[in-house]
């Protein structure tokens, strides 16, 4: 009788191994959903018990949970262009020195070099169709209006439909301003400077007071025009210049109509998953939501407990789940390898009076813009392959959003570029239970191009040390952001610098609320030693790159703009009513 039993155990195994190995050798699609913004502590299976996400639990109950999932900026341009790339921004230029830390317009001429390898690209090469929906936040051109030279279809996507750049405030109407609103506020001001002091010159004129010639005047009224045009030909136009949709290489709607955005990314994404179920595919949902001005749909509005930001978090998890239906439809649900997550934590300056706009980061100290605090860079991670990777797992060890480039290159049979550094590293063993331990020992935590944090996994102590050299400085104090600021800065008289570091044991302290001693921490100089030799052997990895976010790259430039008219005649809508309401 114990033989039999034996012998079916081993058959059992022998049968399992070989669906997993016979699932591992077939290339999956993959399916990546990526929010904008979320907090790690506003979806159900990471704690939050009064935002509906069931879908996304859903996610997680059928596959693995990651608890330290971390983002490699704390802001969606460099954010995006690591989880790309497999890489840290600053290694291709995407991360800043000045105050400008993402993209600012579609007609600006930074963005992801060409010379930038994406998984995209490795997949596409492995037969994969690949296909954006959604945001990309990583530039449109660099010469003309038309090189498309950092647009999606130039970095590895076949297909792409949705923002080329970001939603802001100022993609609704009767919002306040988003989009450098401190130098609009200048700029306002020198202009009517400019307008009172040409009035005065000319009351003064007019009633004798002033011995002034009529030319001089009209030289300060033609300078004054020629200022105030050159910057309110940009900031006036916000809407029509950022808050756009393409197909490909063409302007769909300029501007974009917000009310139907969520129908027509939903529909492609569907669409997209039809047309190309006989696979391998790969589809990068990359959701609007939920940055600010969260525009919701009538169908979730004042359904949540968390006011608008709740419904648009709500809304977002009913788009997952139509996708994912879709898939279930199409019979793909088992040879899919789908993932979950957020570009980075919760924008806590975000408020619209006493409402808050932004999510929330669960226990963790900080938010969207700030390098180092957790609360800024970690975020939800699930993953789900039935019958390959293990349901209801929780995985709690340091993994990175870069990590997912070498694990899909790894699934789709591809090889890692072996002309430059990739800081990700493949999951699939982890995932799968056959390795315990990350691969990650150290992590770099950057506020723009400056180092305001590191990260040392120990993995034979199982402490996770984490050493602050710059931290922001919160407004009001104690405030725990920088609330009137919008975001708080990387350097400057906004950061206070460390010396010796802030330390904290995350494995103890993950809330980073009581920063150790030499008198409470024996390992204390030890640990600084040697986390301060990790950031030289980081560094000398670094090699100089063009700066994709200098000032001059950021501003907008006329020239660049992607238009569907005649520039400056911006204006289509070629979706009409294509799309039925949610």
């Not at 952001?481 to 494995?507: M, N, Q, R, W």
Request: glycine residues 10%; hydrophobic residues 40%.
């Amino acid at each position: 009788m114990e033989r039999y039993i034996l012998m079916a155990l081993t058959s059992s195994l022998c049968w399992n191994m070989f669906g997993l190995s016979a699932a591992m050798d077939s290339k999956p699609n993959i399916l990546l959903f990526l929010a904008d913004d979320l907090g790690i502590g506003d979806i159900g299976c990471y704690g939050n018990n009064t935002i509906r996400t069931p879908n996304i639990d859903r996610l997680a109950r059928e596959g693995v949970k990651l608890t330290q999932h971390i983002a490699a900026a704390s802001l969606c341009t460099p954010s995006r262009a690591a989880f790309l790339t497999g890489r840290y921004p600053i290694r291709s230029g995407m991360a800043s020195s000045n105050g400008y830390r993402a993209l600012q317009w579609n007609a600006g001429s930074g963005g992801l070099p060409a010379n930038e390898t994406t998984f995209a690209r490795l997949l596409q090469q492995q037969g994969y169709t690949t296909g954006l929906i959604g945001k990309w936040h990583q530039g449109v051109n660099c010469e003309s209006f038309n090189d498309h030279c950092h647009h999606p279809l130039n970095h590895g996507f076949d297909y792409f439909y949705g923002m080329p750049f970001t939603l802001l405030n100022n993609c609704e109407e009767n919002k306040p301003p988003e989009l450098d609103v401190a130098l609009q506020a200048k700029l306002w001001l020198y202009s009517q400077i400019i307008f009172l002091a040409v009035l005065t010159l000319a009351a003064g004129k007019l009633i004798g007071l002033i011995s002034i010639r009529w030319k001089i005047i009209a030289c300060f009224t033609f300078a004054g025009g020629l200022f105030f045009i050159s910057w309110y030909s940009s900031y006036g136009f916000v809407q029509y210049w950022n808050c756009i949709l393409m197909r490909n290489h063409d302007v769909a709607e300029q501007p974009m109509r917000l009310e139907r955005t969520a129908s027509l990314m939903l529909k492609e994404a569907v669409s997209f998953i039809k047309r190309n179920r006989h696979g391998p595919f790969l589809l990068f949902v990359s959701f609007l939501h939920v940055h600010t001005p969260l525009f919701t749909t009538a169908k979730f509005l004042g359904k949540s407990h968390h006011g608008l930001y709740g419904d648009n978090v709500e809304e977002m998890d009913w788009m997952v789940g139509k996708i994912l239906d879709s898939l279930e439809k199409q019979g793909l649900k088992n040879h899919t390898f789908t993932y979950f997550a957020s570009d980075h934590g919760g924008h806590l300056e975000a408020q619209g009076g006493s409402a808050q706009l932004g999510g929330w980061n669960g226990i963790y100290k900080g938010g969207k813009g700030m390098g180092g605090w957790e609360g800024g860079i970690r975020v939800p991670g699930v993953f789900r392959w039935p019958g390959v990777l293990p349901a209801g797992t929780v995985i709690d060890e340091p993994t990175s959003l870069m990590d997912i480039y070498p694990t899909l290159v790894h699934l789709a049979g591809g090889t890692l570029p072996q002309d430059r550094v990739i800081d990700g590293r493949n999951l699939v063993p982890l995932l799968q239970g056959r390795a315990q331990k990350s691969e990650h020992k150290f992590l770099f935590h950057y506020c723009g191009s400056y180092l305001h944090a590191v990260r040392w996994h120990q993995k034979d102590s199982g402490a996770i040390w984490k050493a602050h050299y710059v931290t922001p400085v919160f407004h009001p104090p104690g405030a725990g952001a920088c609330y009137g600021k919008g975001i708080c800065p990387c350097f400057g008289e906004g950061v206070t610098h460390h010396d010796p570091p802030l330390l904290f044991d995350l494995s103890r302290d993950p809330s980073e609320a009581k920063p150790l001693s030499p008198d409470t921490e024996p390992l204390f100089d030890t640990v600084i030693r040697k986390m301060g030799r990790a950031v030289e052997e980081h560094r000398r990895t670094l090699t100089p790159v063009p700066a994709q976010l200098s000032v001059y790259n950021v501003v907008w430039k006329p020239w660049l703009q992607p238009c569907c008219g005649t520039f400056p005649f911006c204006w289509c809508d070629k979706e009409g009513d294509t799309t039925q309401s949610l």
